[in-house]
Antibody, heavy 117, light 105 residues
Framework: QVQMKETGPGLVQRTQTLSVTCTVSGFSLASYGVHWVRQAPGKGLEWMGV???????NYNSALRSRLIISRDTSKSQVFLTMNSLQTDDTAVYHC???????????WGQGTSVTVSS | DIQMTQSPVSLSASLEEIVTVTCKAS??????LSWYQQKPGKSPQLLIY???NLAAGVPSRFSGSRSGTQFSLKISRPQVDDSGIYYCLQSYSTPWTFGGGTRLE
């Protein structure tokens, strides 16, 4: 059974760096990709990026300059690191995976991050 | 980047009608289109993948179709529990992109 859980700082100061960890179980990070999706309050879903089973990454064009997705396969953890935070980065951050590479069908509950000015 | 234009933004439905939500891709995405339902405070749930395939455990009143670069999600005789926000997602090429969402009441 696939399980994913995000842990984050809750509150981050503007201009600082955000670090969120996604801990997974029920599958191997070496075999399946993990995506990051965020949702600002009252807004829609925004795909942020992915780290594939082979370790390659792809990013949202608007976030590429600030975002790094990495992993530790031995610990079954995926990391989201985003710098130069602004107040509009306030959102719930989800990690997610898929049974096939082209779909997302397993989600974490999300972790809320507030960027304080 | 591929743009996904979703419509309508919101709609309300009665229990007897067929509800249709549409997503139009800015370019060919083959059938790499999935639909998600999100309820308040919850993570999205997969409904449809490959444009037309029903995800496991999803009621058969949900269906998906494709006509070129236009994709539709239909809900036949929607139930009260179907209220929520629906999103499409293209996975043809990175960066993946979501539609803007449709609120169903």
């Amino acid at each position: 059974q696939v399980q994913m859980k995000e842990t984050g700082p809750g509150l981050v100061q503007r201009t600082q760096t955000l670090s969120v960890t996604c801990t997974v179980s029920g599958f191997s990070l070496a075999s399946y990709g993990v995506h990051w999706v965020r949702q600002a309050p009252g807004k829609g879903l925004e795909w942020m990026g992915v780290i594939w089973g082979d370790g390659n990454t792809n990013y949202n064009s608007a976030l590429r300059s600030r975002l790094i997705i990495s992993r530790d396969t031995s610990k079954s953890q995926v990391f989201l690191t985003m710098n130069s935070l602004q107040t509009d980065d306030t959102a719930v951050y989800h990690c997610a995976t898929g049974s096939f590479w082209y779909v997302v069908d397993g989600w974490g509950q999300g972790t809320s991050v507030t960027v304080s000015s | 980047d591929i743009q996904m234009t979703q419509s309508p933004v919101s709609l309300s439905a009665s229990l007897e009608e067929i509800v249709t939500v549409t997503c139009k891709a800015s370019q060919d995405i083959d059938s790499y289109l999935s639909w998600y339902q999100q309820k308040p405070g919850k993570s999205p749930q997969l409904l449809i993948y490959d444009a037309t395939n029903l995800a496991a455990g999803v009621p058969s009143r949900f269906s998906g179709s494709r006509s070129g670069t236009q994709f539709s999600l239909k809900i036949s005789r929607p139930q009260v529990d179907d209220s929520g926000i629906y999103y499409c997602l293209q996975s043809y090429s990175t960066p993946w992109t979501f539609g803007g969402g449709t609120r169903l009441e």
